[in-house]
């Protein structure tokens, strides 16, 4: 097993905006190979922003590179986004592989 996480720090009062898109966008996720399952968190609150994280998990590091080089990983990314200053920064990727 292999989890793709993002953590995206967003800025006080743009989350509803950001869940929005969310919730709204099309991840075209359910026919593409190795594909497991997926969650938007939603963590701690900062001075500054609020901490959201998506998980995906895959059958293994190939099918999330597969995914990400994918037709509908292109589809997915170029739906609307998040209004302008939602972002305080990058999203940050952190992969991880099952040992246990």
């Known amino acids: 097993m292999f989890l793709a996480m993002n ?3 967003i800025a006080l009062g743009a989350e509803e905006g950001f869940e929005r898109v969310w ?3 099309e991840t075209f996720l359910d026919d593409v190979p190795g594909f497991k399952s997926f ?3 939603k ?3 900062r001075d500054d922003h609020v901490l959201y994280a ?3 998990t895959w059958a293994s590091r190939e099918a999330f590179v597969a995914w990400t080089e994918s037709d509908a990983f292109r589809k997915a990314h170029a739906q ?3 209004p302008k200053g939602t972002y305080l920064a ?3 990727l952190e ?3 099952s040992i246990l």
């Open 23 to 25: 919730r709204e966008r």
């Open 95 to 97: 992969t991880f592989e």
């Open 43 to 45: 963590g701690p609150l």
């Open 90 to 92: 990058h999203p940050e």
């Open 80 to 82: 609307s986004s998040a």
């Open 39 to 41: 969650s938007l968190l």
């Open 7 to 9: 953590r995206f720090k």
């Open 54 to 56: 998506s998980h995906s």
